[in-house]
């Protein structure tokens, strides 16, 4: 039992705060729990000084986000030391992966729980609050698990995530997602266009469809639609004017997904793509199951199929045994395929994750130093690809108020370039003409056209 405070909180003005690290997953699971908690009667406040609840959805893709987690903790513990009434929960990756050594290492922590246990929250929350330690961290067989089909009540805007899978089958040497979210379990294609129409009743425009590996969408499930198939079943949901996926994997991309890039007007003209590395010797020690001709010839064929298609890309840099040769293809690779943007990181070691075993690994200065030189050229290269579109009239979707100047609103282009310019906020939502007039590494500012 642990000495919780008595909250002088009724069911009717309980209040959570949320703290989300990592992914777009984490942040849809943080939605799905604000929105089961909100059928209990709690609101979801941005102070966490007058929280009863705080949940702190946790990443552990690598050690980094690991260290904010436990930072963002000794805040909440501290407050709660003080004499806040506060239950403390742990979800997310972090919770699945070290549940034990969190509920050893903080006495004061009420409840820690991994993905698979999100449509629990209620139980697990009220048990917390009546002054149990809760921790539920097994997996659940596959035929267990629920996907939660309650729409966020908070969410708004003109865009929203829709998740088609749970988990992953892939073993990437690297990646401790295996370990945090489990089997891969694909949702059926009945609930995820059920949501899809929730959501463009409440005024959603775009859908993003999100899994560890949306390209295996369905292939283990007897009877079920392939993910080229699903996307034309969102499609036809009339109001979907953008769809969006996240993340493929390069090996997986087959034709009926190029055909698809044909046939629907809906999928926009960028993806995100992963290639991790330059070097096949890299891609093979990291088990990708592809090369580096395999990835220029789905990129070729995505530009084949839509002449305006841009990119972006994860990089992983100082994998074990890349040397300075490895390294320099990855950057090679980033001229030929024309990266608009990427995401770039130094390997991190990952507890449980084969690549531990790997001998060379690769000292931290010399990961560091290229990492540095991998995202100053992909800096120019973006800013460059930006700079060019100055003079284009381009389409832009409003998707909400800039983040930094006032009376400015920035929308995105079908090739996700982000545009910002003078307008108002009851525009959000409208396609608009929008001349660029500069170009940043991020972002571009344009006038609207008359
Ligand atoms: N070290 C560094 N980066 C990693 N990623 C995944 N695991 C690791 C790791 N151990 C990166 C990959 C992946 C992205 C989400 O995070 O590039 O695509
Ligand atoms: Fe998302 Fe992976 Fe981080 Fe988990 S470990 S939150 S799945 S990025």
């Avoid at 909250?7 to 699971?29: E, I, K, L, W």
């Avoid at 994997?249 to 003209?269: C, E, K, N, V, W």
């Avoid at 108002?424 to 006038?447: P, W």
Wanted: with cysteine; glycine share 8%; proline share 4%.
């Amino acid at each position: 039992m642990s000495s919780l405070p008595e909250s002088a909180a009724t069911p009717a003005d309980r209040r959570v705060f949320f703290r989300t690290f990592g992914c777009q997953m984490n942040d849809y699971d943080t939605g799905k729990m604000r929105a089961l908690l909100a059928k209990d009667g709690w609101t979801t406040t941005d102070d966490a000084s007058e929280a009863d609840l705080v949940l702190v959805n946790t990443c552990s893709i690598r050690e980094k986000a690991v260290d904010k987690m436990h930072s963002a903790l000794g805040e909440f513990r501290r407050m709660k030391k003080q004499g806040q009434p506060l239950t403390i929960g742990i979800a997310g990756c972090v919770a699945q992966e070290r549940g034990d050594e969190l509920m050893a290492k903080y006495k004061d922590i009420d409840l820690v729980f991994g993905p698979d246990h999100i449509s629990k929250i209620s139980s697990m929350v009220d048990a917390a609050r009546s002054g149990e330690r809760v921790q539920d961290t097994e997996f659940l067989d596959l035929a267990n698990y629920a996907f939660v089909a309650d729409v966020d009540p908070t969410a708004h805007g003109v865009s929203a995530f829709v998740t088609i899978q749970k988990g992953c089958d892939n073993k990437c040497t690297f990646c401790i997602v295996p370990q945090t979210r489990g089997d891969e379990l694909s949702r059926l294609h009945g609930d995820i266009v059920a949501e899809t129409r929730a959501l463009v009743g409440r005024g959603v425009k775009e859908i993003t469809l999100i899994g560890q590996n949306v390209n295996s969408y369905g292939l283990k499930q007897a009877g079920e639609i392939t993910f080229a198939q699903l996307l034309y079943k969102v499609a036809d949901v009339p109001g979907v004017e953008r769809i969006r996926y996240t993340t493929s994997h390069p090996r997986d991309m087959g034709d009926d997904l190029i055909q698809a890039y044909r046939d629907l007007p809906q999928l926009t003209s960028h993806l995100h793509l992963p290639v991790q590395s330059g070097s096949n010797k890299i891609l093979r020690r990291m088990k990708r199951y592809y090369t580096r001709e395999h990835f220029m010839r789905v990129i070729n064929a995505l530009r084949d199929a839509r002449p305006d298609f841009v990119l972006s890309t994860d990089i992983i840099v100082g994998f074990p045994d890349e040397t300075e040769e490895d390294f320099e293809e990855t950057m090679t690779l980033m001229e030929e395929a024309q990266f608009m943007a990427s995401f770039s990181f130094k390997y991190s070691q990952r507890p449980g994750t084969p690549a531990l075993r790997i001998k060379n690994q690769v000292p931290n200065s010399v990961a560091g130093a290229r990492l540095t030189r991998f995202q100053n050229r992909q800096r120019e290269r973006s800013q460059i690809y930006h700079s060019n579109l100055v003079g284009d009239v381009v389409n832009v979707m409003i998707e909400g108020p800039s983040r930094h100047d006032e009376g400015v609103i920035c929308g995105r282009t079908g090739t996700h370039v982000m545009v910002n310019f003078p307008g108002r906020l009851a525009e959000i939502g409208k396609f608009m003409d929008v001349r660029i007039t500069r170009g940043f590494t991020h972002s571009c500012r344009g006038e609207r056209v008359e």
